[in-house]
């Protein structure tokens, strides 16, 4: 089981910043991508973005698109979601996930491993 260990949460005004990690000591030679998710409460969780291991190729959904960007550091064992003009309705826990292999789950793969969460809010 890869620990996925997640930081970059917190309360920001609209229009703010934040930048979510998700980092590991090594994610499998296997692992496909990793997947951002949101869950707000009384919502079902919602996958926003996911990006490959390997090369970096990164998805965003549509609703987040312009404003969140997914992201690795050179060494590959940080993933990053950066989130601009945060609105009132991006309010969630924000998790990060492991695709370990292709799957049915958002993106088309198998999320195996999760991230602790980590608390977005965004209020005035």
């Known amino acids: 089981q890869v620990q996925l260990v997640e930081s970059g949460g917190g309360l920001v005004r609209p229009g703010g910043s934040l930048r979510l990690s998700c980092s590991a000591s090594?994610?499998?030679?296997?692992?496909?991508?990793i997947g951002w998710f949101r869950q707000a409460p009384g919502k079902e969780r919602q996958g926003i973005a996911y990006?490959?291991?390997?090369?970096?190729?990164?998805y965003v959904e549509p609703s987040v698109r312009g404003r969140f960007t997914a992201s690795r550091d050179s060494a590959g064992k940080t993933m990053y979601l950066q989130m601009n003009g945060l609105q009132f309705e991006d309010t969630a826990v924000y998790y990060c996930?492991?695709?370990?292999?292709?799957?049915?789950?958002?993106?088309?793969?198998?999320?195996?491993?999760w991230g602790q969460g980590t608390q977005v809010t965004v209020s005035s």
């Open positions: 990006i490959h291991t390997d090369d970096g190729w990164a």
């Open positions: 090594e994610f499998p030679p296997e692992s496909k991508a």
């Open positions: 996930a492991l695709g370990l292999r292709y799957g049915v789950d958002f993106g088309g793969y198998e999320y195996t491993s």
